[in-house]
Nanobody, 117 residues
Framework: QVQLVESGGGLVQPGGSLRLSCAAS????????MGWYRQAPGKQRELVAR???????NYADSVKGRFTISRDNAKNTVYLQMNSLKPEDTAVYYC???????????WGQGTQVTVSS
């Protein structure tokens, strides 16, 4: 039904930038709450950023002012612009969708972001 495919991860130096994209298939993309999560080895998966149907956003304190989540409903895509990257941002980043019309959620396969000199 709903499939999520992330892209844009890679290796970047501290202070650099990356933009992650999540392309969604399925129906009614505009009625999904979309989010980005990340998980580093040995750590719990954590919410990085979320964007609502009405495009309100919230962010983890650790990324506020550096990351921006956005959505383009016409393209069924959600983005995560990551600036001023730090080594502690290194993790696998996952796209998440929560449909508003039924109780379920969907995850992408994850994309690796490595911030290192």
């Amino acid at each position: 039904q709903v499939q999520l495919v992330e892209s844009g991860g890679g290796l970047v130096q501290p202070g650099g930038s990356l933009r992650l994209s999540c392309a969604a298939s399925g129906t009614m993309f505009s009625r999904n709450i979309m989010g980005w999560y990340r998980q580093a080895p040995g750590k719990q998966r954590e919410l990085v950023a979320r964007i609502s149907i009405g495009r309100s956003t919230n962010y983890a304190d650790s990324v506020k002012g550096r990351f921006t989540i956005s959505r383009d409903n016409a393209k069924n895509t959600v983005y995560l612009q990551m600036n001023s990257l730090k080594p502690e941002d290194t993790a696998v980043y996952y796209c998440n969708a929560k449909p508003s019309w039924y109780d379920s959620e969907y995850w992408g396969q994850g994309t690796q972001v490595t911030v290192s000199s």
